[in-house]
Nanobody, 125 residues
Framework: QVQLVESGGGLVQAGGSLKLSCISS????????VAWFRQAPGKERQFVAA???????YYGDDSTGRFTISEDTSRNAVYLQMRGLVPEDTAVYYC???????????????????WGQGTQVTVAS
């Protein structure tokens, strides 16, 4: 049973930074990908970033250059460092895991079978 727990969300002023954490349990040690998605009220869930077990990283258009995804395998943790936040980044941020080993659609919501409960990020103008 894969479990994902996000933390690190909160209220930040525009231009500020936040670092989100996703701690996983029950996940395989290889052939996995862990991703961050976000969902704002009234909008579809949007891909933010992903990292694979081979340390390949992927970013969405809105996060490239501002967000950095990283992993600490010793802690089963994946992090999302967010800088230069703008009000449009306000959303619930979700961590998701895929253990299929097929990362052709790594940016797709439907690719991920395991999800955390989400953490709220609010950016004030």
């Amino acid at each position: 049973q894969v479990q994902l727990v996000e933390s690190g969300g909160g209220l930040v002023q525009a231009g500020g930074s936040l670092k989100l954490s996703c701690i996983s349990s029950g996940r395989t040690r290889d052939n996995y990908a862990v991703a961050w998605f976000r969902q704002a009220p009234g909008k579809e869930r949007q891909f933010v970033a992903a990292i694979t077990w081979a340390d390949s990283t992927y970013y969405g258009d809105d996060s490239t250059g501002r967000f950095t995804i990283s992993e600490d395998t010793s802690r089963n943790a994946v992090y999302l460092q967010m800088r230069g936040l703008v009000p449009e980044d306000t959303a619930v941020y979700y961590c998701a895991a895929d253990q299929s080993g097929n990362f052709a659609a790594i940016r797709s919501v439907g690719r991920y079978a395991h999800w955390g409960q989400g953490t709220q990020v609010t950016v004030a103008s």
